[in-house]
């Protein structure tokens, strides 16, 4: 057993718990940098609940999956506007903006200099400015994670900027500000967070402190996802789905994802397609890949006996076998409305690109199988 876990400095979780959003911001700075989506006015009043106690504010709106220019801009505001505090609240997007506009705001150059594979790949070599993380979707985990992904118009991908010093100094999580997502939000997010709770619990450096927090996160997404998708103001399913999107945040970035994600780099690079849209339609084809490569070729029964808990979890039921688990997940996505590739027209002719770029991807790395490229493809297809 060997493992190293860390996460954001602090971590607030409750109904009503945004109050506090005022008394902490002013006790990390007095000129914050707000970072928000593309729809300010759904999150006017918490803008108003940072700019109380004395804070001075500005806004940075960041339009869909944040882009390397993007963040690029927001820095120089930051620099012009003296921020000495990052505040990102929204979805995954402007969380993980918030995380890269404050350790780029601190340490010299330019951000390829520290992004993953198309870049440099430097340590952050200075502290970032103070960050607050306030989700209000509940999939991405973002508040609880290390790094940020960054799309790169130029080279058509999906990168990380990855330092431990980028985990939020604090997040706060209040299932309330979740009840306003739209349907097709929820259940994407939501799926997105299901991903990031498997694949931690099957990668190959899972360990037993991030196991604990996916069972746990497993159990609630399988009986408050489709509730919440229903009714969304339902604040049982919605506090299940933001513990369970926390859980998976604190997971991934400890222990790692797999395929899914592997894949899903590539993808949101290459098309306009929501993150965990594409996650939830790649999710139970990884599955099947996954535990027929492991019946093939592993050396022991253990990793499948993971796939064999998580259908026990999902369906409630100890004895469930492999395949009704993922049956149950295919099923779950029909339920859900969640389409196929091919709705973010992606077509056949674009596997072998989607392929060859996926196989650099540092979650591909943590699958727990080396999965070849004929079985990469045929995820592919069958997720078409
Ligand atoms: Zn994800």
Partial sequence: MNFEFA?????????????????????????????????????????????????????????????????SDAVQQAKA????????????SPID?????????????????????????????????????????AGTGAE????????????KVKVS?????????????????????????????????????????????????????CREGIRRVARALKTAYQDGSNAEAREDMALASLLGGLSLANAGLGAVHGFAGPIGGMFNAPHGAVCAALLPHVMSANVA???DRATNDAELGRYREI????????????????????????DLGI???SAFDIQESDIPAIVEKSAHASSMKANPIQLTTAELTDILQHAL
């Fill in 81 to 92: 506007f003296a921020a000495d505090l990052v505040v990102g609240i929204g979805g995954g």
């Fill in 161 to 213: 900027l990855r330092h431990p010093l980028m985990l939020p100094d604090i997040a706060i999580v209040d299932p309330e500000l979740t009840h306003s997502m739209p349907p097709a939000v929820t259940a994407a997010t939501g799926m997105d967070a299901l991903t990031q709770l498997i694949e931690p619990f099957t990668c190959c450096r899972a360990n037993p402190m991030t196991d604990g927090f």
């Fill in 7 to 71: 996460t954001a400095g602090r971590i607030l979780f409750g109904n009503g718990r945004i109050k506090e959003l005022a008394g902490i911001a002013s006790s990390l700075g007095r000129r914050a940098l707000l970072v928000s989506g593309s729809n300010p006015q759904r999150i006017q009043p918490l803008l108003d609940l940072v700019a109380q106690n004395g804070i001075q504010t500005e806004l940075v709106r960041i339009a869909g999956e944040p882009t390397i220019p993007a963040v």
């Fill in 293 to 295: 490569a492991l019946t």
């Fill in 311 to 334: 259908a026990g979890i999902l369906i409630d039921e100890p004895e469930a076998r492999i395949e009704d688990g993922i049956a149950w997940v295919a099923g779950l996505c029909a």
């Fill in 97 to 137: 903006a918030a995380k890269a506009i404050a350790a780029l705001a601190t340490n010299p150059g330019e951000p390829l200099d520290y992004l993953e594979v198309i870049g440099g790949g430097q340590p952050l070599t200075e502290p970032p400015l103070p960050c607050l993380a306030v989700p209000t979707t």
């Fill in 339 to 341: 389409p196929s590739l």
């Fill in 144 to 155: 609880a994670t290390k790094n940020a992904v960054l799309a790169s118009p130029e080279h």
